[in-house]
């Protein structure tokens, strides 16, 4: 990731913006034991308190970093209850990255959001109707499969 | 001017977890932990 995703520009713009940047060796210690660190590369999102709220082990391309990191930031609001902020996110990786690796989680969640915000079931059928359509074998198309009765 | 580029062309770490996350709560930002293998 050093020498193709980091160096990218569109990478370098948007972890300046939108999150704050740590870097460190897969042996430091104590952080490595505390989030159970096993395989390399691993990226994890944190909120301000240190908690975690997404992970990702292995290899992100540019392409599939910037959906997954805004993924992570979704889940920081969407874990605390501040669905509205959530699906900012949640909504800008369905418009801007449609064909991420992230995008059928998000369009999961997206459904619960819209769910939890407005207590119609209507959203969770149409999330797992855009699963189906888009992301047949997805995990989250499975686990979105019993809306498909609402 | 040139190195103004360069150093513009990077990505700027927090130097440790406890900076990161005070700057992230100071910020309204959330921290991005990357860690890697230093081979």
Do not use: C
């Amino acid at each position: 990731m050093d020498t193709v995703t980091y160096p990218d520009e569109k990478v370098v713009d948007f972890i300046g913006k939108n999150v704050v940047p740590l870097k460190l060796p897969y042996d430091s210690k104590p952080m490595a034991d505390d989030y159970m660190i096993k395989w390399t590369p691993t990226l994890i999102t944190l909120n301000g308190g240190g908690k975690e709220h997404h992970r990702t082990v292995g290899f992100l391309s540019p392409e599939e970093l910037i959906p997954s990191v805004l993924l992570g930031i979704g889940k920081v609001y969407f874990d605390r209850e501040s669905i509205t902020e959530a699906l900012t996110y949640f909504e800008k990786i369905v418009r801007e990255y449609p064909k991420s690796d992230s995008t059928a989680e998000v369009l999961y969640l997206k459904g619960v959001s819209e769910y939890k915000n407005t207590h119609d079931a209507k959203p969770l059928k149409l999330a797992y109707e855009l699963l189906q359509a888009g992301y047949p074998s997805s995990v989250w198309t499975k686990r979105a499969y019993p809306y498909r009765l609402l | 001017m040139a190195r103004e580029k360069y150093l513009a062309g990077m990505i700027h770490w927090e130097a440790d977890l406890e900076n990161a996350l005070a700057r992230a709560a100071s910020d309204g930002k959330t921290v991005l932990l990357f860690f890697h293998n230093t081979d």
